[in-house]
């Protein structure tokens, strides 16, 4: 084959953390470098002992390894904040709190190539993302049950989070999706014998007392509505067959 | 080299020398940058995406040039400095970094292609217009070969009207058709993208918003730019 499928449908994580290293971060040199070294992608500045430089984070690993420079964490990458962002996380059931883009794969590159220069322990650090990340994963497959054959808003994820669901989401909406058309196909049919406007695609709505449809029309309206989390609230008891499929998603 | 190739060799050293380093630079990441999407679109997009000649030529030429750069200063290794070698190991690790995500793209895209192959012949000449000139020798060869495979093991010993294999008739089709349906995640990256409308249904798209959406309704806002796929 000249394409696994596994990769057909989604990526790998290696290839997300890839993505991730081409994303600049600042350093700072411990030796100066007297010429610029051109690259494809970038150039690679004159090194001054003790600046400040922006470079991409593949580059960085490599310099790190010899030594040449410091890489001081993002100012996310700590104790308080994260341990704040996880009570933000834990206090608000409806939505995920802003943490910078990419930063489950940052901060999984910098606990394995940087952490000489963490300024705290390393592993509260790890238990404090591992935890951040369990608790959106819980709110993410919580917020499944809302799950439509229109439209989701994943806003505030990672595009490692999201990679994750990927396939299932996408085979799950597209088979509601197929639902949702011969549904309306049937419909058609059934108006067009009775003679009623064949064109009313709302028709069936009136009639249709499946709980679904409050889900649907809470995450059509805008942006802060389709939020997945916001499903959260109205979690229904008799969505069990959802529930089920939700749990077997073993992640 | 062909005549075209020194041409464009040509126009872009001339280039190169008159922008300033800064401008290269961004140039070098903007195109760069480029590649990357092209490739996540090209991974995440139900159907064959255009061919983008330029950004993989040039792409392919700074290949090479980083690669004579290392073979040059490789000779005389023995001699030189870590310094030297520190820099031949950043530029080693590049090159493959960027061979790993043109070779993902383009087999990519040949896994579409033989999927699609019949879909794309038959189909017009728009989608032929979205391969490059290897992927349309490989696509008819490749078909060719098929065919003659088939029709060796199997097909000739079946009645006439069974040896079609891009029989349309009787309700089903043979030609695989790009999904149109699949739901896609895409990102929105610019300020105005007009919000997505179908059925009784509308979407607002707001700037870093990201939504799954089915491809038909989004392919608009893709061909504009205002939103890319993630």
């Given at each position: ?15 997300i ?22 690259l494809?992608?970038t ?18 690993i490599?310099l ?24 933000e996380?834990?206090?608000?059931q ?20 940087f ?12 238990k ?13 497959r ?17 595009l ?23 549904l309306?196909?049937?419909e058609?049919?059934e108006?067009?014998d ?22 649907r ?35 | ?8 060799d ?16 961004e ?27 330029e950004?993989?030529?040039?792409t ?11 073979e ?12 030297i ?22 087999r ?10 019949a ?22 060869q490749?078909?060719?070969?098929l ?8 097909l ?10 891009d ?14 349906d ?30 799954t ?11 504009q ?6």
């Amino acid at each position: 084959m000249t394409f696994p499928k596994e990769l057909q449908e989604t990526f790998t994580s290696a290839e997300i953390v890839y993505l991730a290293e081409n994303e600049l971060i600042e350093v700072i040199s411990n030796v100066s470098m007297n010429d610029k070294l051109s690259l494809i992608s970038t150039e690679l500045p004159k090194f001054r002992v003790m600046s400040t430089y922006k470079i991409p984070i593949w580059l960085a690993i490599i310099l790190r390894k010899q030594n040449k420079i410091t890489v001081p964490p993002p100012e996310w990458l700590n104790e308080n904040y994260l341990a704040n962002k996880y009570q933000e996380e834990v206090t608000n059931q409806t939505a995920f709190t802003q943490l910078p883009n990419n930063w489950l794969e940052v901060s999984k590159i910098f606990l394995k190539h940087f952490v000489q220069d963490l300024i705290d322990n390393e592993d509260v650090l790890l238990k404090l993302i591992q935890d951040l990340k369990e608790i959106r994963l819980v709110k993410l497959r919580k917020g499944l049950n809302n799950l439509n054959e229109i439209n989701l808003g994943f806003n505030d994820l990672s595009l490692m989070e999201i990679n994750e669901f990927r396939p299932f989401i996408s085979r799950v909406m597209g088979n509601l999706a197929k639902f949702q058309k011969s549904l309306e196909n049937e419909e058609g049919v059934e108006n067009y014998d009775d003679a009623e406007d064949p064109g009313d695609d709302n028709a069936y709505d009136d009639d249709d007392d499946d709980d679904d449809l409050d889900n649907r029309n809470t995450s059509t309206g805008g942006r802060k509505d389709s939020t997945m989390a916001e499903a959260n609230d109205d979690i229904d008891d008799e969505d069990m067959e959802m529930e089920d499929i939700v749990n077997e998603f073993e992640l | 080299m062909e005549i075209g190739d020194i041409l464009k060799d040509l126009e872009r050293n001339v280039n190169d020398g008159r922008s300033s380093r800064f401008n290269l630079l961004e140039q070098k990441q903007q195109d760069f940058a480029k590649l990357n999407q092209t490739w996540i679109s090209e991974r995440t997009a139900p159907e064959l995406l255009p061919y983008q000649k330029e950004l993989v030529d040039s792409t392919l030429v700074r290949l090479r040039d980083q690669v004579e750069i290392i073979e040059i200063n490789s000779i005389e290794l023995e001699t030189t400095d870590a310094d030297i070698k520190l820099k031949l190991l950043i530029i080693e690790n590049e090159i493959e970094r960027i061979n790993f995500i043109i070779r993902s793209y383009l087999r990519c895209r040949l896994a579409k292609i033989d999927k699609f192959a019949a879909y794309i012949s038959y189909n017009s000449q728009t989608m032929i217009d979205r391969l490059s000139d290897g992927e349309i020798d490989y696509m008819t060869q490749h078909m060719k070969l098929l065919q003659e495979l088939y029709s060796k093991c199997f097909l000739q010993d079946l009645p006439d009207h069974l040896q079609l294999l891009d029989d349309t008739s009787g309700g089903i089709s043979m030609i695989t058709e790009p999904n149109f349906d699949k739901f896609v995640f895409i990102k929105v990256v610019t300020g105005d993208a007009k919000p997505v409308r179908f059925n009784d249904h509308e979407i607002v798209l707001e700037k870093d918003d990201i939504h799954t959406i089915q491809y038909k309704y989004i392919m608009k806002q893709l061909q504009q730019g205002d939103v890319v796929l993630i």
